[in-house]
């Protein structure tokens, strides 16, 4: 018994020493706090998000306007209105939100599919509160429109489906400031380059700003991804081709403002 005894006792020294050891090296090594945790998210109601990749099917069928394809119309305006430094770039992920590719939106921003209330993308982007909307200001909001769009691919499953925008030959035989060239920015590039502190110093929610650019050679040097110039938008794509047609064939026109 005494044996016995003795020898829990041993055990009992022995544990204490052990911990006294480690907490004793605890202290000697220096504890790396990672700068911006990534904050863990729930993804508990979503539905099973293991398979979800960015791998999509090329689909060789034309566009259906009533359809709402993630790589050509939600991706774009999510690169350009959330996914810019600091807010939800894969660098940054501020609240753990990535908002760069299909699977980083579907995995961090809690979509789900057909669930308008559900989702949180959807939540941040027509919250009324405005310490709690996104993108919170000075950041342009998203117009109308854009905030329909997302809820309409919510509603249609929040797919990740393509399309051939070039199956029509690209017609811009009446290509326009206000009618083409602006639409494609105001989706693709505005909500880097507005509001206070738009990058680079560009401006393209305005004429002014367009035209400068497009006289500059910059902007067609930016869309085409020529050498010299910074590739725009900086990722999540490029435009389409018949896109970076229109805006081309503008430029060439002199960039009116018409
Ligand atoms: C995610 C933010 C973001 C988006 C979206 C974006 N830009 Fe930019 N853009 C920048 C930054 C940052 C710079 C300056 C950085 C640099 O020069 O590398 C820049 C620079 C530029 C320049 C100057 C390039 C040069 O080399 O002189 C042009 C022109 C431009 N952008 C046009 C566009 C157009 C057109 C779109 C949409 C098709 C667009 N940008 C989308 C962030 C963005």
């Known amino acids: 018994m005494k044996i ?28 790396v706090i990672p700068i911006d945790p990534v904050i863990p998210i729930d993804t508990t109601d979503i539905t099973d998000t293991t398979d979800i990749t960015d791998t999509v099917e090329i689909n060789p069928d034309p566009c259906d306007p009533d359809s709402v394809y993630f790589e050509t119309d939600i991706l774009p305006m999510l690169i350009s209105n959330c996914a810019m430094s600091g807010c939800h770039d894969d660098a940054s992920h501020e609240d753990g939100v990535i908002l760069t590719s299909y699977s980083k939106v579907m995995n961090t921003a ?35 429109d854009q905030v329909a769009l997302i809820a309409k691919w919510i509603m249609q499953g929040a797919l990740n489906i ?81 896109n970076i047609e229109k805006i081309t064939k503008w430029v060439t026109d002199g960039a009116p403002n018409n």
């Open 162 to 242: 393509t399309c051939n925008a070039n199956f029509d030959s690209c017609d811009v035989s009446n290509v326009t400031y206000s009618g083409t060239v602006a639409p494609i920015l105001q989706n693709f590039c505005v909500g880097c380059h507005s509001g206070s502190a738009p990058s680079g110093g560009i401006l393209l929610n305005q004429y002014n700003g367009v035209a400068a650019v497009a006289l500059s050679g910059q902007l067609v040097g930016s869309i085409t991804g020529a050498s010299g110039f910074a590739k725009m938008p900086p990722a999540g794509g490029s435009l389409s081709s018949c």
């Open 110 to 144: 809690d979509v789900e599919p057909f669930d308008l209330n559900d989702s949180k993308l959807y939540e941040a982007i027509t919250e009324t509160d405005s310490d709690d909307k996104m993108p919170p200001p000075p950041n342009t909001p998203l117009s109308s």
């Open 4 to 31: 016995v005894k003795h020898f829990t006792n041993v055990l009992f020294l022995a544990f204490v020493a052990g911990l006294l050891w480690l907490s004793s090296c605890k202290h000697d090594i220096p504890i």
